[in-house]
């Protein structure tokens, strides 16, 4: 563990995850005690309470680790962003989709090892009219996918998501959607707008591949009118991270992304619904420390394997 971090707090919200957050805290509890080192355990039963007390540790010499799913580390990290103050995971969610960016095992005494002896880094944080979120802002198709899927109690991971996104599939009514980013405008007829700070959401789902933490800019992935049986055979891909490539998917880059739809959406970012279109998506380069694996603490961009990225992208220049 670095130097001048001789405490660790745990912060967790018991509930996520359905009960397995609650597992995970215990683990890594018994965990720290076994290797004698000091530590305490705070549970937050809203999001108020998470904001409250990640704030009251914001800009002290320890590490925070966040035990549970990606809503609760956006929380956390909304408050520590700008601090000093780092973050560490222990993953407990349903989705997970910044720690398997990051590379951050699910296994809780696997997660404390890094805790405790990974290396910090600094990372970007997006922020969706001012809230704050990890991963990938979208709206449109999304918003009602990710409503239905987290309605959904009894299943998890890439299975909920997919559910969500076969269930909305039938009641979706093609939208547009103007897209302002840096300037530059585009207009499509169709499913989705997605800002992505990093390159993973829905448990699993690499939509945008080449999206990196720690580059400045947020990769947007806009997704075109297509029968309901083309998009249904695709899905697949994004898993993967292979569907940048098929004529209905628009990218581009940039730091600042203004959406406007035909119709409100509600604007989901890890998991979570915050805020409401129109909206605008800015990024805040290195706000946030975050503790990975020494063995990727000098990588550029954590992505799939190569092997799994096969899509084209548009560059912005200077980048």
């Known amino acids: 563990m670095s130097r001048g971090h001789a405490e660790i707090v745990l912060l967790a919200n ?18 720290l005690a076994r290797r004698g080192v000091a530590h305490r355990a705070i549970v937050a039963d809203d999001p108020d309470d998470v904001r409250r007390q990640a704030a009251a540790l914001a800009g002290r010499q320890l590490r925070v680790v966040a035990v549970g799913g990606d809503g609760l580390l956006r929380l956390v990290a909304g408050e520590l962003a700008g601090s000093g103050t780092p973050l560490a995971i222990c993953p407990a969610g349903r989705g997970n989709d910044f720690a398997r960016v990051l590379g951050i095992p699910r296994e809780p005494a696997a997660a404390i090892a890094i805790a405790l002896e990974g290396r910090e880094r600094t990372v970007d944080l997006g922020r969706v009219d001012g809230k704050p979120f990890l991963g990938i802002a979208s709206l449109g198709f999304d918003s009602l996918a990710n409503e239905i899927a987290n ?21 979706w009514r093609p939208a ?3 897209v302002v ?19 993973c959401y829905g448990g699993g789902m690499w939509l945008a591949p080449h999206a990196s933490l720690f580059d400045g800019y ?10 309901r049986l083309r998009l249904l055979r695709n ?3 994004v898993f993967a ?31 979570d619904p915050v805020s409401r279109s129109p909206c605008t998506v800015t990024v805040e380069r290195g706000s946030l420390r975050v503790v990975v694996a020494a063995d990727r603490a000098e990588a550029t961009v954590l992505v799939p394997a190569e092997s799994e990225r096969t899509g084209s992208v548009v560059r912005t220049p200077g980048r």
């Open 14 to 31: 018991p509930a996520a995850g359905g009960g397995r957050a609650k597992l995970a805290l215990d683990c890594c509890v018994a965990e």
């Open 181 to 199: 980013v840096d300037g530059r405008e585009f207009e499509l007829h169709g499913y989705a707008v997605a800002v992505a700070n990093s390159g």
């Open 218 to 227: 947020l990769d947007v992935v806009a997704t075109a009118h297509a029968s």
């Open 235 to 237: 899905l697949p891909r």
């Open 241 to 271: 991270g292979t569907h940048l490539a098929l004529p209905e998917v628009i990218t581009d880059r940039g730091r600042t992304v203004t959406v406007i739809s035909d119709r409100s959406f509600d604007v989901y970012a890890d998991g």
């Open 151 to 171: 309605k959904v109690r009894v299943v998890r991971g890439q299975l909920v998501y997919a559910l969500g996104a076969l269930r909305a599939l039938a009641q």
């Open 176 to 178: 547009r959607f103007e």
